[in-house]
């Protein structure tokens, strides 16, 4: 991400920090007030020094909530094997939906395509991985991207809307709502909504997401060739 570096604040204290201090105490701040609560007054009280000092090594905000939830994607598949260990696709998957799901600010900040240090590395796990199945080279690109945006896009939208909730609104609370007005729906016009109401109220996100990937890795593996002999 661009930027143009301001003068170095006095007293030395920018040598004192780095962009990766910064953004872990982004991360602490944003887990516990949300991207709203946090601001770079708050994240300097934080690290005991001043808005100047963090303006040396981001530019603004929104550089600096890129970078956070870059850093909660890096950890979510750095515990996961990687290809060469035996580390698959669905496990990998599953980690990043549930470091999302701890940290619901960040899934909506999460872009497609890639361009982030993290991002990227996610993306080229995926066609590691992709590129093993035995699918044609000529598909590798169109399957990994499609698996990434599943990844990310669907984590975001089963996500984001929780993370926008306000104190006073439970995710049961907020589904409830949802529920009733499906229920107002004439059948006639809304046959699966209308019957549906029940499943809204009780499902689980977790559950919703692997269900989708089970389907999408379902269909990869029917249409991809034994890889050869190692």
């Not at 089963?158 to 729906?185: F, G, H, N």
């Not at 209308?194 to 689980?204: G, I, K, Q, V, W």
Request: zero cysteines.
């Amino acid at each position: 991400m661009p930027r143009t570096r301001g003068r170095a604040p006095t007293g030395g204290r920018a040598g004192a920090l780095s962009r990766e201090v910064i953004v872990d105490a982004a991360v602490a701040l944003l887990d516990e007030h949300g991207e709203r609560g946090l601001t770079f007054r708050l994240l300097a009280k934080q690290l005991n020094t001043g808005p100047g000092a963090l303006y040396w090594h981001m530019t603004n905000k929104d550089e600096l909530v890129a970078l956070a939830a870059d850093q909660v994607l890096g950890h979510a598949f750095a515990a996961v094997p990687r290809p060469e260990e035996g580390g698959g696709l669905r496990a990998l998957a599953i980690a990043v939906f549930d470091a999302l799901d701890r940290h619901p600010w960040a899934a909506s900040h999460v872009t497609a395509p890639a361009t982030l240090a993290n991002a990227l590395r996610l993306l080229d796990r995926i066609g590691t991985l992709v590129a093993r199945t035995g699918l044609p080279a000529g598909r590798h690109f169109a399957v990994a991207t499609a698996i990434s945006y599943y990844i990310t896009g669907v984590s975001a939208q089963i996500i984001t809307p929780r993370a926008a909730l306000d104190a006073a609104t439970s995710r049961d609370a907020y589904l409830a709502q949802t529920a009733e007005s499906w229920a107002e729906l004439d059948p006639a016009d809304y046959p699966f909504l209308a019957r549906s109401t029940t499943d809204l109220r009780e499902h689980d996100d977790r559950d919703q997401f692997i269900t989708g990937l089970d389907l999408l890795l379902d269909g990869l593996n029917a249409t991809a060739d034994p890889p050869p002999p190692a």
